[in-house]
C-alpha cells in the first residue's frame, strides 16, 4: 500500500520560515519524481516544486528565491522548505509521487495545511 503522509504544516508568522516533510512507503522512492503542490482557499491547486529522479529542480515563480526543494532517497523523503513566508502562501500542501517511463504511476499525500498570518 502506497503511502505519502505529509508533516511541519501549522500556523506562522509572516517572514518566518517552516519546512515540510513528506515520508513515502510502499514505492521505490528512488525511481520517482517528487513534488510538492499546493490549494490556497477558493483557488485550484497549482505546482510549488519537484525534483526529478536525478535532483533536477523545478520551481514555481511566485515561490522561487523563497522556497526550495529536495529529497533523501535514504529516507524516502521529500522535504519543502520555506522561507520569508507571505500570507498569499496560506494553502494546503500536497506530496506528490510520479512515476514516468515503461510503468507510470502517480501518488498524492492527504495534504498539510500551512497558515501564514499575524
Known amino acids: 500500500q502506497v503511502q505519502l503522509v505529509e508533516s511541519g504544516g501549522g500556523l506562522v508568522q509572516p517572514g518566518e520560515s517552516r519546512r515540510l516533510s513528506c515520508a513515502a512507503s510502499g514505492i521505490i522512492f528512488s525511481d520517482y519524481a517528487m513534488g510538492w503542490y499546493r490549494r490556497a482557499p477558493g483557488k485550484q491547486r497549482e505546482l510549488v516544486a519537484t525534483i526529478t529522479r536525478g535532483g533536477s529542480l523545478n520551481i514555481a515563480d511566485s515561490v522561487k528565491g523563497r522556497f526550495t526543494i529536495a529529497r533523501d532517497n535514504a529516507k524516502n523523503t521529500v522535504y519543502l522548505q520555506m522561507n520569508s513566508l507571505k500570507p498569499e502562501d496560506t494553502a494546503v500542501y500536497y506530496c506528490?509521487?510520479?512515476?514516468?517511463?515503461?510503468?507510470?504511476?502517480?501518488?498524492w499525500g492527504q495534504g498539510t495545511q500551512v497558515t501564514v498570518s499575524s
Open positions: 506528490n509521487a510520479l512515476l514516468m517511463g515503461f510503468r507510470t504511476a502517480n501518488y
